[in-house]
């Protein structure tokens, strides 16, 4: 329709005004195509960085070796805003050689362990997990019994931040979890 504009001799006020409209479908789409370019790369820039800073958790697959890290670590590191890195990880997911996680999950706050290094609040709920998996279910743990036992595991956490780390599993409290 352009070509067929550009070569007639006759150009009436309809054929003007139909390649005007043209005009701007065509930008409007070349627009459309910047702006998914821009979140494509925007996304691999992001996830490139994520899996440098969890490099290790990439390697072996052990939610244990996942670093505390916040967004704005990653914002920092790709010279973005904190927001632009919050809409990238939110309600996204990657798929990695041990399955399909949420880009929100590599992202955890940090607790200092007693020999004074930074952990992952992942690490000391993956722990709790298995604590609670290994407990006798004829007489389960309390949560007071369980922050003793990552406090002696070199994990000073209080009763409560053990009982809120509970529920964050989906795990009930001791008399719900009593097996007969």
Known sequence: ?????????DKSKAQKDAVQFIKQKLDAAKWFIEAIKQRQQTLFVTMSSIMHYQKEYFLSGDERKLRPMIL?????????????????ANSKYVDTPYGTKLIKEFFSE????????????????????????????????????LAKILKEKGYPIARRTVAKYREQLDIPVARLRKEL
């Open 110 to 145: 940090s607790m200092t362990n007693d020999q004074g290094e930074e952990v992952s609040t992942r690490e000391i709920k993956k722990i709790l997990e298995t604590v609670i998996e290994e407990e006798s279910k004829k007489k389960p743990l309390t949560d007071e019994a």
């Open 72 to 88: 704005k670590d990653i914002a920092d590191e790709i010279e973005m805003d904190v927001s632009t890195v919050s809409r990238v």
């Open 1 to 9: 329709m352009l070509k067929g504009y550009k070569e007639s001799k």
